[in-house]
């Protein structure tokens, strides 16, 4: 069965950086692309950015530009998702969730867990 | 602020239909069949119920369903169920590889 595991609860400091993983299972690795969302506590859902585990590029929200970076090890079929200077705006649920076929579908029919990022000093 | 517009709050009692909107623009919600609608519970994880404006999952009850005119995309929920409390959140391709997702509006029901 398609499974997206994710990485356990980090804590970190302001000006940290943080690298989330996502592991796949249960289909083929590079037919989907993935997309990260996040979700601060109380807020609604924020879309950070797409990866294509095929080929390894991305796409990423304006917001957050120049501090994330999105990778993929297929030999592992896991996806990597790095945040830099981090801020205490950054604490939420970070999750991982595999797209429908096509780099613009929409529709999410498989999340992760969901991955909680605290940042205190 | 969230680049697609949605009420913040809705409500119905049991048995009532609602509709929620989701505005965008000609950029993204006007110009593709690229809009779905996920509920999430507290403290789970989002459920796709509507995907490219229309299309409803397996699985997913007949009661929901969705259009769109224009730049507005809508849900609507018939014969409301108190397990429908929840909040919804529509998300709509923008060209170019780029998303974006409503501010999620907050369904009760009475």
């Known amino acids: 069965q398609v499974q997206l595991v994710q990485s356990g609860a980090e804590v970190k400091k302001p000006g940290d950086s943080v690298k989330l993983s996502c592991k796949a299972s249960?289909?083929?690795?590079?037919?989907?692309?993935i997309h990260w969302v996040r979700q601060a506590p109380g807020q609604g859902l924020e879309w950070m950015g797409i990866?294509?585990?095929?080929?390894?590029?991305?796409n990423y929200a304006q917001n957050f530009q120049g501090r994330v970076t999105m990778t993929r090890d297929t030999s592992t079929s896991t996806l990597y998702m790095d945040l830099s200077s981090l801020i205490s705006d950054d604490a939420a649920v970070y999750y991982c969730?595999?797209?429908?076929?096509?780099?613009?579908?929409?529709?999410?029919?498989?999340w992760g867990q969901g991955t909680l990022v605290t940042v205190s000093s | 602020q969230s680049a697609l517009t949605q009420p913040a709050s809705v409500s119905g009692s049991p048995g009532q239909s609602i509709t929620i909107s989701c505005t965008g623009t000609?950029?993204?919600?006007?110009?593709?069949?690229?809009v779905s609608w996920y509920q999430q519970h507290p403290g789970k994880v989002p459920k796709l119920m509507i995907y490219?404006?229309?299309k409803r999952p397996s699985g997913v009850s007949n009661r929901f369903s969705g259009s769109k005119s224009g730049n507005t995309a809508s849900l609507t929920i018939s014969g409301l169920q108190t397990e429908d409390e929840a909040d919804y959140y529509c998300?709509?391709?923008?060209?170019?590889?780029?998303?974006?997702f409503g501010g999620g509006t907050k369904l009760t029901v009475l």
């Open positions: 969730a595999r797209a429908g076929r096509g780099g613009a579908t929409t529709n999410f029919d498989y």
């Open positions: 249960g289909y083929s690795f590079t037919s989907y692309y």
């Open positions: 990866i294509n585990p095929s080929v390894g590029t991305t």
């Open positions: 000609s950029r993204d919600v006007g110009s593709y069949n690229l």
């Open positions: 490219e404006d229309t």
């Open positions: 998300f709509s391709y923008a060209g170019g590889s780029n998303f974006e």
